[in-house]
């Protein structure tokens, strides 16, 4: 079972009802910026940006490298928790926990067990 956090829109439409997976992010890992960049974690984004440009200007070749793989590391295991950080700095909180074998499982047990995220009319 995979874990998910789901976070509604300001006005909880479901249209813009996001899971977010508790893991490690291999591609934060290995690209950082650009992962920041398409999820849209601007705060997140131009730290990453001074702080690499930081570890450039004042460690030395053999010790920046070291600072940057451990940079790269951290981002990469808490990808996700800096993406929740920031949609719940955006207005959108995290509402639920699920769990499910896949995306798919998971929001299918959201909605099965939070009515009120549904916009079904019955006549």
């Known amino acids: 079972m995979r874990i998910f956090t789901a976070h509604a829109g300001p006005h909880r439409d479901p249209e813009d009802l996001l899971l977010v997976p508790e893991r490690a992010s291999l591609v934060a890992m290995v690209v950082p910026l650009p992962w920041l960049l398409w999820h849209r974690c601007w705060m997140a984004a131009a730290a990453y940006c001074i702080v ?66 549904t916009r079904v009319e019955l006549r």
């Open 52 to 117: 690499a440009l930081a570890i450039g200007l004042l460690a030395t070749p053999s010790i920046a490298v070291w600072l940057a793989a451990g940079a790269h590391i951290l981002i990469g295991l808490s990808a996700q928790d800096i993406r929740r950080l920031h949609l719940a700095a955006v207005g959108s909180p995290t509402i639920a926990v699920v769990a499910g074998r896949d995306r798919d499982a998971a929001l299918f047990r959201l909605l099965a067990e939070r009515r009120d995220l």
